[in-house]
């Protein structure tokens, strides 16, 4: 989500000045003859995979097991991109921007504890990333960790968990911790869109009874957790979710300032 194999975010460059230099170029490599602007690159597709958390939590520590399971073929790589386009009516400047392995492996795993480092922010990240891009904006979706409602249990990325006392009083559920994060493409800085979705966000918030697109069968938790890259209707449903909560909160990024 190794290092890239969890990374299934990318950066998506947006608005009218990539689609300019696009039609202008038709997509050429070569910098115009007229102004130091470089095109913009034809869009590839860098398929980086991803993993799948499957966690269980007991009464105590001791009963708490955590695995990352390789997801290769679920095509998560895929959606935020077709999310994107849907929320802005498919708009064509928008264009996927492809990355090495390992780019983002600072982000995620920080070695400065103390001091943070500024080339493992995001931003610094991206400007690495699309040196030769030129757009205005970037649009970056990333996975983060949250701790389970009411508890000190960590949600890793994208997963399920199980939870409860040996097999009874168990249940299970299906979780999705993507961030979406628009960065100026002259700065570099972040643009805070904090209340962009404030109503969305608030009405989630109030909801009385469980989203049921969480909602996990026990029998549909992967016991074992490797068994959960075979299984179809986890990834169905996986893929439906991460769809979901992109559809909840891209509108407020890509509307105009």
Not at 209 to 235: H, M, S
């Amino acid at each position: 989500m190794g290092p890239d194999p969890n990374i299934w975010g990318s950066c998506r460059p947006w608005q009218t000045s990539c689609q300019e230099t696009r039609r202008q170029t038709k997509c050429s490599h070569e910098a115009r003859s007229s102004g130091g602007d470089r095109p913009l690159p034809p869009g590839r597709h860098f398929s980086d995979g991803g993993r799948f958390s499957v966690e269980k939590f007991g009464l105590t520590v001791f009963e708490t097991e955590f695995n990352e399971i390789p997801i290769d073929d679920w095509s998560l790589d895929d959606i935020p991109l077709a999310r994107v386009r849907a929320a802005s009516g498919a708009d064509p400047s928008i264009r996927k921007i492809s990355y090495p392995k390992g780019a983002f492996e600072p982000f995620y795993n920080p070695k400065s504890r103390l001091f943070p480092d500024p080339s493992e922010r995001l931003p610094a990240i991206v400007r690495n990333i699309t040196a030769n891009a030129n757009c205005d904006q970037y649009l970056v979706v990333t996975r983060y960790k949250t701790e389970l409602q009411g508890s000190s249990l960590v949600l890793d990325g994208i997963g399920a968990y199980s939870r409860g006392l040996g097999s009874f009083a168990r249940h299970s559920h299906l979780f999705a911790n993507v961030a979406v994060n628009l960065i100026d493409g002259r700065s570099y800085e972040p643009i805070n869109r904090h209340f962009a979705n404030f109503g969305s966000n608030l009405a989630e918030s109030m909801r009385l009874a469980e989203d049921p697109i969480t909602k996990l069968d026990n029998l549909q938790f992967p016991d074992p957790p490797a068994a959960a890259a075979g299984n179809a209707t986890l990834r169905e449903r996986t893929r439906a979710l991460v769809a979901a909560r992109l559809d909840r909160t891209l509108p407020g990024y890509l509307k105009p300032d």
